[in-house]
């Protein structure tokens, strides 16, 4: 194999993992090597094998938004080990209900104002966090069932 | 994978990677035996490695988070798996931006609304209030005229017949020959008739204040106020006439002066005092008959 004709730079994964960046890296096209923490995050994370694992099983068309969400998951979970990205999800659910629950007070108010000309209410306080019935606060707004578990994951104290 | 001497079963990380498991198995506690999907999701992502790394480098008390949060982050990645979790994050960006953009358009519809009652609530206020207002100024005027008595009429003014209590007629519908509006003069007598004719009539009719007040609500409110001043002062010069001349109305209009008792002085004034009141040619025709009587 001559490297002399090889004229292309390795991509970052390749370069980070020190190896020879073939034409068919399936890494190549999505981490260039101007970014190499993306790859970085990427693979301390979830490790390259994983990934390539989970690119091959995504249409080509399709891999570019795969890896930026990969790139966007790794770096939330190392900046909060704990939560990740999914902080940021409990957060924005809990800003969704508490914004239908305002629109529906506000609505409800309005249709009192447009119909019995009578003042408006103001919309009631939103509720406590305690809502979600989770020990930690947390929110998961995707119920997930295992279809070959007989058992939900409630038993392990997860709304997931 | 087999159990010795009845322990519990391994769980679903040593179970698929075939392996005993030890009782400090960092992922037993939550990769239960009957969960192997769950499981699989989470090592198809991550990894048994990269989770026992995660779990190392955190506070025993964070690790029933963390692996929650890694549980559904290998889930949704299973649901999803071209956006996972962003995928779920963008949704709810969305979400939140229609619930916002439908919150203005109703807070706007709201405010309008608002204004709307706002508006007829101010008209309402400032129509109750010119109500009152006028209300208040019969009241005061009614005071300082200072008229409850039941006095009779005198004939001069008794030639006004009563006038039902019409708010809006006060002059179209009226029985009573409507002042000129230019003339003031003539605004305050008229309302003096008015007033003594309710006078006349006495309580038997409780609109009589009403019927004063229909009376003055003319439509230029200035000039009635100025009417209103002159009938109290022009009532302050007529009241001692009354009083002194009940005994002498006969007189006047009966021309009977002979049987009058009252001295010439008092009869000239009470033609001064008339005169300021009546017509000029009302004068002349008492003059008339004063100077017949004093011939006699």
Redesign the interface.
């Known amino acids: 194999m001559s490297s002399s004709s090889y004229s292309s730079s390795p991509c970052a994964a390749c370069k980070f993992l020190r190896r020879k960046c073939m034409p068919d890296c399936i890494f190549a096209p999505y981490f260039p090597p101007e970014e190499p923490q993306k790859f970085a995050n990427v693979h301390k994370?979830?490790?390259a094998?994983?990934v390539s694992?989970?690119l091959n099983?995504?249409p080509t068309f399709?891999r570019e938004?795969?890896v930026?969400?990969?790139a966007?998951?790794a770096e939330a979970?190392l900046k909060d080990?704990?939560?990740?990205?999914?902080?940021?999800?409990s957060v924005?659910?809990r800003?969704?209900i508490t914004?239908?629950r305002?629109?529906d007070a506000?609505?409800a108010?309005?249709f009192r104002?447009?119909y019995n000309?009578m003042?408006?209410l103001r919309p009631p306080p939103p509720p406590p966090p305690s809502a979600a019935g989770q020990s930690?606060g947390?929110y998961?707004?995707?119920q997930?069932n295992?279809?070959?578990?007989?058992?939900n994951?409630r038993?392990?104290?997860?709304n997931? | 994978m087999t159990l010795k001497g009845g322990a519990t079963s391994a769980c679903a990380a040593c179970k698929y990677q075939r392996r005993k498991c030890i009782p400090e198995c960092l992922l037993a506690p939550y990769f239960p035996a009957d969960q192997t999907k769950v499981f699989q999701n989470a090592h198809k992502l991550f990894g048994v490695s990269n989770i026992v790394k995660i779990l190392r480098s955190l506070d025993p008390s964070q690790h029933a988070e963390a692996m929650r949060s890694i549980k559904y982050q290998a889930n949704v990645r299973d649901r999803f798996p071209v956006y996972g979790c962003l995928g779920v994050i963008r949704q709810l960006y969305y979400q939140i931006q229609m619930l916002e953009e439908e919150m203005h358009t109703v807070l706007t519809q709201l405010e309008m609304y608002r204004q709307h009652h706002h508006h007829q609530q101010q008209q309402q206020q400032h129509q109750h209030q010119h109500q009152i207002s006028s209300m208040a100024d019969d009241v005061i005027s009614q005071l300082e005229l200072g008229m409850a008595s039941s006095n009779n009429a005198l004939p001069l003014f008794n030639q006004v017949t009563h006038q039902p209590y019409t708010m809006q007629n006060t002059y179209s519908s009226s029985d009573i020959d409507s002042p000129p509006k230019d003339n003031v003069e003539n605004n305050s007598l008229w309302i003096q008739h008015l007033f003594f004719d309710t006078n006349n009539h006495g309580t038997s009719n409780n609109d009589s204040p009403i019927a004063i007040q229909s009376q003055l609500l003319v439509p230029n409110s200035e000039p009635l106020a100025d009417t209103q001043h002159q009938v109290v002062q022009d009532y302050d010069e007529i009241h001692p006439f009354f009083d002194s001349i009940d005994d002498r109305q006969s007189y006047i209009d009966t021309k009977d002066a002979e049987d009058s008792s009252s001295s010439e002085e008092s009869l000239k004034e009470t033609t001064q005092l008339m005169v300021g009141n009546v017509g000029s040619k009302d004068l002349k025709s008492a003059a008339a008959c004063f100077s017949l009587a004093s011939v006699n």
């Open positions: 994370i979830f490790g094998s994983n694992k989970l099983e995504v399709q938004d795969a930026n969400s990969l966007y998951e979970r080990p704990v939560y990740g990205c999914v902080g940021a999800i924005l659910q800003q969704v914004l239908q305002e629109l506000t609505n108010n309005l104002y447009a000309e003042p408006p930690s947390f998961y707004p995707y997930w295992d279809p070959s578990d007989e058992d994951e038993s392990s104290g997860g997931m």
